[in-house]
């Protein structure tokens, strides 16, 4: 049997962050402590910058694409189940068997232009149901390992297999405090939550000499400490070519006043500065509804409110840059298909992901669709039908190319979906 982990699990790692283990990131915060470190890349191949999102604590896809054609979710969920349409509060019709969370609407822009793709039903073979465990593996990108036998992340492995987009010092960044176990171990990286506000800190009449005298210390010291400061100083100076602070996103979007909204507003202002960013990742967490879920008017809605307005203002600002990007959007886990006696959701199987950007066959749910009914659940939950590696096989492949899927994903072989082509 799985094992259902009290979300106290959840709470102690939101806490603590989802700390990489890359030891450029370590050498850097002996320079500048609101952040960590690495090295990277500026102008060279317009490779598509990769734009990931980890959205942690499993968020409910039955409750975002609602397969409101399958009379057994409202079976399961006589209370939480977000209406069929053309009831009150109904799903808005995708294609006449899945319906999008009426909150979520903001994705029906991406959707119906054919750049946005669902994926259901989507997830990892590592059966896990904690938190930490299910988070590890896919961050790593090798379910069912030993904690000890992987140390770099599936990310980190796409850096390391190709060549870098330019001769920059930034390749990749972590708009988040710490680096995530995605990056572990990548080359020319950076966790910085506000790129805009990156700056040599002090005051600035005697930056020059605090400058110089740090360059002139970590010098006269060994790797990764020396090239990790020279490589943090330059991508102060990268970032400070990028004018976060006028810069006017394009075709009417309107990203909301959010953390969210502002990490993808920067990213697209990095993506269109060329400054040679090869990935741009963030973890939004806050996605484990145990309790007063609420798709419809509570937590779960405002938070997907967020996310689509956020997504929808990205869309639309990388109108004609399509080819500039491809985003991805997923979660540790799905949600169990039954409701609780919390007006929530535990730990489930099954989840969904969200692809958008280059090469993307948007305007379509993805993935074969194991039903509701209870001979097709797993102990429950949502059967994983598609393992979540062969959707970023084909976002790395035909999304960006040039990767080695061998390297990034060891022992495994993806199945050809049709989501990125």
């Known amino acids: 049997m799985k094992k259902d982990h009290s979300c106290e699990e959840y709470e102690h790692l939101s806490r603590r962050g989802f700390l990489g283990a890359s030891a450029a990131a370590g050498a850097a915060s002996l320079l500048f402590p609101r952040t960590a470190f690495a090295q990277g890349a500026r102008g060279g191949l317009q490779r598509p910058c990769l734009v990931g999102i980890f959205l942690r604590g499993a968020m409910d896809g039955l409750s975002v694409v609602v397969p409101h054609g399958d009379a057994n979710l409202y079976s399961l969920r006589p209370s939480l189940a977000v209406p069929a349409p053309g009831a009150a509060n109904g799903a808005l019709d995708l294609d006449g068997y899945f319906g999008l969370n009426p909150n979520a609407s903001g994705l029906l822009t991406p959707f119906q232009s054919g750049g946005l793709a669902f994926v259901h039903a989507c997830g990892s073979p590592d059966p896990t149901r904690s938190h930490f465990d299910a988070m590890?593996?896919?961050e790593l990108g090798q379910p069912d390992q030993p904690a000890t036998t992987v140390t770099s992340?599936?990310?980190a492995r796409?850096?390391?297999?190709?060549?870098?987009?330019?001769?920059?010092?930034?390749?990749?960044?972590?708009?988040?405090?710490?680096?995530?176990?995605?990056?572990?171990m990548a080359p020319a990286t950076l966790p910085i939550p506000d790129p805009a506000n990156f700056a040599f800190p002090g005051n600035p009449a005697s930056a020059s000499a605090r400058r110089a005298a740090i360059d002139n210390a970590y010098a006269r010291t060994i790797a990764p400490l020396a090239p990790a400061a020279a490589a943090s100083l330059d991508s102060i100076d990268l970032l400070d070519t990028v004018d976060f602070t006028a810069y006017t996103p394009a075709n009417g979007a309107v990203y909301p006043a959010s953390k969210f909204g502002a990490v993808l507003r920067n990213t697209a202002a990095m993506i269109k500065a060329d400054i040679g960013l090869e990935v741009a990742h963030h973890d939004y967490g806050g996605w484990d509804h145990?309790?007063?879920?609420?798709?419809?008017?509570?937590?779960?809605?405002?938070?997907?409110?967020?996310?689509?307005?956020?997504?929808?203002?990205f869309h639309l600002d990388m109108q004609g840059m399509e080819d500039r990007y491809v985003l991805y959007a997923k979660s540790e886990f799905g949600r169990r298909a039954a409701e609780n006696g919390s007006g929530g959701t535990d730990h489930g199987s099954g989840g969904l992901?969200?692809?958008?950007?280059?090469?993307?066959?948007?305007?379509?749910?993805?993935?074969?669709?194991?039903?509701?009914?209870?001979?097709?659940?797993?102990?429950?939950?949502?059967?994983?039908e598609t393992d979540y590696r062969d959707v970023l096989a084909e976002v790395l492949t035909a999304g960006i190319g040039g990767t080695d899927l061998g390297h990034v994903f060891e022992g495994h072989t993806p199945t050809p979906l049709g989501v990125v082509l």
């Open 136 to 138: 590890r593996s896919m």
């Open 290 to 313: 145990h309790d007063e879920q609420g798709p419809l008017d509570g937590k779960l809605a405002g938070m997907l409110a967020d996310l689509s307005a956020a997504l929808e203002a």
């Open 353 to 384: 992901m969200m692809v958008m950007g280059r090469g993307v066959q948007g305007g379509q749910v993805h993935g074969a669709w194991p039903t509701l009914a209870p001979a097709a659940l797993d102990e429950g939950d949502l059967r994983v």
């Open 158 to 184: 796409h850096l390391q297999a190709v060549s870098p987009a330019g001769t920059g010092p930034l390749r990749a960044i972590a708009l988040d405090p710490l680096l995530p176990r995605v990056l572990a």
């Open 153 to 155: 992340g599936w990310l």
